[in-house]
Every structure is written in structure tokens, then in C-alpha cells.
């Protein structure tokens, strides 16, 4: 089916459908990944946004629900060059395209996506619609309009799970497939809480692996009930939308500092940044792929780096007792904090990205070695 992609600069893209075919509106974005786009499907950091992949041929490995990032897609669209409809890959269960379709998710496919890419780039990032009345094009850019801006919007009530719940599996091996948290003579385990703003499985699976005993908590929970489960440690998770619009979760992250060490990744670095008393803002267009090279303050070493988000921490607010542990070499955005007395420290960036890159998945080490350090 043909169908117009509208942005709210009144830019307009013709291209086909695939996956549902029905009208969608939300903020779009583009991801410069060459691989992982099951992963970017099941991100629910994407939950109100539409994705344009940047490299052209989408599909073409099919989709299996082993390298699923959460239980289904919450991105409101897919953006793509072209679509494989033959996946060739042992592993796959089934097309992108029937993914699309049982999920009810908006694909969109045949358009200039390098075009599109560097008119977000130069445009910024802006709400769109995607509709089949291709006959009314000014009616489409003016729906867009109306949209809701991502400023403000509270987006995590819709990822976040609802009852506390415990996680077991670890990394995933070739012959067994994924292991399962084992307790063993000598090692000493953490017990770790998950807040979560949205989390991706393999958070999940590399805290399992480095030896944490998981227990998942929704967003909503007091620092009080947390503090009940008697953690040795807490974990805020990524998530969707404006970190200032989470209030409820600065004010539990507010009350936990100081009572047990804390590492967060993507919002939940902002919102642990946003509980230390700094600020934050809406990028231009975000940084959205897996090639982001950050650089430690410290040892002057740079990653590269795997990472999705609209917002960061603005540098001009860091309060006297956090200071900054890494930079974004592309735009020198802020890149990690950490508090300069207290067991508490936070990355903008992905150290558990799959398919990767994984340089920075000593962190998760980092973490662990904070808990040992703070008993």
C-alpha cells in the first residue's frame, strides 16, 4: 500500500507499507546501526518515537525471540529502505514483516532514508505521521502538528512493569543457549533491584552474569519499599521520553542516594543526574546507533560505544559533589557522572548493547566491585 510519511516542517516522503497498515503519529528519529534492528524493535527506550534505520537493507536476518530486548516492540513506526522478505539466518522463527504484522507495528519502506537522514540531521528530530491518504498531504503535515512534543511527555508508565519480579538468565551460548543465575561455594552474590524505567533484557543478563541476584521493580515504587528487600545495591534502568517528566522516580532515586550504592544507564542516568540536584535537555536529533566514541575522563581512554536517547545532562548544572567521568567525543556531551564521596555513578551510553559494540561492558564489574567495596 502506498503511503506518505509527513514531517512538521512540511517535508513529505512517499513510500510502501509493510507490517500494520494504519495511521501513526509520533516524534521520528533515525539509528545508524548496521546491525540489531530486532533489538531497536524491542527497545522500549523507543516507545513513543518512529525509527529510520540508515543502513538499507532491513530483514535480512529474520527475527528470533532470543534477541528480544523486551516481550514485544513499543517503537510507533519502522523506517527502512528495503525490506528482505527471505531472512536467511538458522535462527530465525519468522519475517520481519509477519513480526510487524502479529504486533500490530507500522512499517514503511521504498523511501530515500539517506535523504530523510540528513534532513533530521540538519532539521532536527520533529513529529510525523505515516498515512495511506496520500491525496491530502497538507492534512497530514497539520496532524503532525497537533502531535504531542516529547518535552514533558511521562513515558515510562507504559514500559515499566507492573509487579516486582525476579530474573534469572544470564549470556547466551551457542550449544545451551542462555544460562541461568547459579549460586556457587566461595562466590559471593549481590542482590541487586532493578528499577524499571524500560529496561532491555540484556541489562538484565549481564548483572545475572556478573554474579547479581536481579529483583525488577516497577518505576513507581517508594525508596521505601525498595530499601525493604534490603539490596546491596540498585540499578536504574534506560527508558523512554523526558527524564524531568519522571518525577516520582527522581524523588525515590533522591531518597535511595547515600543509603546504597546506585549505578544507572541512559535515563536512568538522568534521572539519577536530575536527583543530584543538575538539569537536563532535548537534543537536536538525539544519538541513536551503535559508533559513538566516548572518552574516560580519567585514563583518557575512548569507547566506542552502543546508545539511544533525546536528552542529556547539562554540564552547567553538575552540582560540586559529582563530577563528570566521560565525554561524547562527536558533540562533548556529558557521558557518565558520578558522585565524589558516595558509591553512586551513571552512563549515558549502552556497556550491555547487543548486538554491540561491547567495550564498555566492564561496567557492569564496576558496579559490582562498588557493592563489595561499600559492606
Known sequence: MEALLALEDGRLFRGRMFGAEKEVTAEIVFNTSMAGYQEVLTDPSYCGQMVVMTYPLIGNYGVNPEDYESERPYLSAFIIKELS??????????????????????????????????????????????????????????????????????????????????????????????????????????????????????????????????????????????????????????????????????????????????????????????????????????????????MDADSRKVEITSQNHGFAVDATTTQPDVEIISLNLNDQTVEGIRHKTLPVFSVQYHPEAAPGPQDSAHLFQRFVEMMKSAQ
Open 85 to 294: 522478505g527471505i531472512p536467511s539466518n538458522w535462527r530465525s522463527t519468522e519475517t520481519l514483516d509477519a513480526f510487524m504484522k502479529r504486533h500490530d507495528i507500522v512499517g514503511l519502506q521504498g523511501l530515500d532514508t539517506r535523504a530523510l537522514t540528513r534532513h533530521i540531521r540538519e532539521k532536527g528530530a520533529q513529529r510525523a505521521v505515516i498515512s495511506a491518504a496520500v491525496s491530502n498531504p497538507d492534512a497530514l503535515i497539520e496532524k503532525a502538528r497537533q502531535a504531542p512534543h516529547m518535552e514533558g511527555r511521562d513515558l515510562v508508565r507504559e514500559v515499566t512493569c507492573q509487579q516486582p519480579y525476579i530474573w534469572e538468565e544470564g549470556d547466551w551460548d551457542l550449544r545451551t543457549g542462555y544460562s541461568r543465575f547459579e549460586t556457587h561455594a566461595g562466590q559471593k552474590n549481590y542482590s541487586v533491584v532493578a528499577m524499571d524505567l524500560g529496561i532491555k533484557y540484556n541489562i538484565l543478563r549481564k548483572l545475572t552474569q556478573a554474579g547479581c541476584r536481579v529483583t525488577v521493580v516497577p518505576a513507581t515504587i517508594s525508596a521505601e519499599d525498595i530499601l525493604k528487600f534490603k539490596p546491596d545495591g540498585v540499578f536504574l534502568s534506560n527508558g523512554p521520553g523526558d527524564p524531568a517528566a519522571v518525577t516520582y522516580a527522581v524523588e525515590t532515586v533522591r531518597t535511595l542516594v547515600g543509603k546504597v550504592p546506585i549505578f544507572g544507564i541512559c535515563l536512568g542516568h538522568q534521572i539519577l543526574n536530575l536527583a543530584l540536584g543538575g538539569s537536563t535537555y532535548k537534543l537536536r536529533f538525539g544519538h541513536h546507533g551503535g559508533n559513538q566514541p566516548v
